[in-house]
Nanobody
Framework: QVQLVESGGGSVQSGGSLRLSCIASGNSYSSYCMGWFRQGPGKEREGVAATDRAGSTNYADSVKGRFTISRDNAKNTVYLEMNNLQPGDTAMYYC??????????????????????WGQGTQVTVSS
């Protein structure tokens, strides 16, 4: 059974940092497109960052230079290092794993929403 479990969310002040982790089980994910999405109150789910099987990365413009995605295939884990967090980053963050290649979605390449496995989400709250 495929399962993704996120952790690392929390509440921080503006300018703070958090590191999200997503541990995948039930399969080998080294060939998967792995990514992070977020959904704020009253907003649509948006892609934040993704990494493909070759290790290439993609970021939303709003997080470039502040967030870093990485993966450890030996541990079936993908990370999202978030620095200089701002109130606009407040959202539920979801990990996604797509067995296929990353696909174009709203300005970048991410796991496909319709065919990915999803975690339950971890809340990030940034106060000013």
């Amino acid at each position: 059974q495929v399962q993704l479990v996120e952790s690392g969310g929390g509440s921080v002040q503006s300018g703070g940092s958090l590191r999200l982790s997503c541990i995948a089980s039930g399969n080998s994910y080294s060939s998967y497109c792995m990514g992070w999405f977020r959904q704020g109150p009253g907003k649509e789910r948006e892609g934040v960052a993704a990494t493909d099987r070759a290790g290439s990365t993609n970021y939303a413009d709003s997080v470039k230079g502040r967030f870093t995605i990485s993966r450890d295939n030996a541990k079936n884990t993908v990370y999202l290092e978030m620095n200089n967090l701002q109130p606009g980053d407040t959202a539920m963050y979801y990990c996604a794993a797509d067995p296929a290649s990353c696909a174009y979605y709203r300005g970048g390449y991410y796991p496909r929403l319709s065919s990915s496995y999803w975690g339950q989400g971890t809340q990030v709250t940034v106060s000013s």
